[in-house]
């Protein structure tokens, strides 16, 4: 378990790590800049390098059973952020290893746990091969119009909870479908390379959040200090968190 910044979240977990780029919302990936930095400094978990075309240094996929246990020692409740330096649908992570994933979270539900991935098409090929745990939140990025399919592919899950992450925004989402959807995340991109995020875009998809009863939360404006923009929308912080049973 490690604390985070993230705003939607409290801690992260990482079962798995490593990635590949599978889309443009990849690009500035924040979790491969932060394997290189981690492998430099002898990080145990990024020794393994991933191809250096879609990933790169301490970036290669890599599986950690060690990790499994850790979730029972954890004292209280805690929400928490699944493969935040990974995605657990990716390929190369095997059925049988999520599954292993699966019964941890269905074993201690004290706990909340966000999967979040980006290969919604796998996700939505094994989804009938999984017992699906209570406490587990499952998301889809939509970071462009070209990827709204991933929604669709998610509400074929048997997901008690389903989120979006429209982050990093690139584009409007126009006639955002939200039946099935519990919760929608939206905020720019960060850092120095972060491409521009419309404030249109992000007011459409809090509009239609509120015409369809979904949760709406506002993660950043983006930039490269998106802390000095601050999180408010129309004089709002907008920080909602979907209604669970």
């Known amino acids: 378990m490690a604390a985070t910044a993230i705003e939607w979240t409290e801690v992260t977990w990482n079962p798995v790590t490593g990635c590949d780029r599978v889309a443009s919302g990849c690009d500035n990936c924040y979790a491969l800049a932060l394997a290189k930095r981690l492998k430099a400094m002898g990080a145990e978990k990024y020794q393994n390098d991933?191809?250096?075309r879609t990933s790169g240094p301490g970036?290669?996929?890599?599986?950690?059973?060690?990790?499994?246990?850790?979730?029972?020692?954890?004292?209280?409740?805690?929400?928490?952020?699944?493969?935040?330096?990974s995605d657990l649908f990716?390929?190369?992570?095997?059925?049988?290893?999520?599954?292993?994933v699966f019964d941890v979270i269905r074993d201690t539900p004290q706990h909340t746990y966000q999967v979040l991935t980006k290969r919604a098409r796998r996700l939505a090929r094994v989804a009938a091969r999984l017992d699906w745990p209570e406490n587990l939140w499952m998301g889809v990025s939509v970071e462009s119009a070209d990827v709204l399919d991933r929604v669709d592919q998610l509400r074929t899950t048997?997901?008690?909870?389903?989120?979006?992450?429209?982050?990093?925004?690139?584009?409007?989402?126009?006639?955002?479908?939200l039946t099935g959807i519990d919760w929608v995340i939206a905020g720019g991109e960060s850092g120095p390379r972060a491409r521009p995020m419309e404030s249109a875009w992000v007011e459409e998809i809090r509009d239609e959040c509120l015409a369809a009863n979904v949760a709406f939360f506002f993660k950043q404006w983006g930039g490269r200090t998106p802390k000095a923009h601050g999180r408010e929308l129309a004089g709002r912080v907008w920080d909602e968190m979907p209604v669970t049973a």
């Open 158 to 177: 048997p997901a008690s909870t389903r989120f979006l992450s429209c982050e990093p925004l690139l584009t409007a989402l126009p006639n955002l479908d």
């Open 90 to 100: 990716h390929a190369r992570v095997p059925i049988a290893f999520v599954r292993d």
């Open 50 to 52: 991933g191809d250096p």
């Open 59 to 85: 970036f290669g996929v890599t599986i950690h059973p060690k990790a499994l246990d850790q979730p029972y020692r954890w004292r209280g409740s805690k929400l928490v952020f699944v493969n935040s330096m």
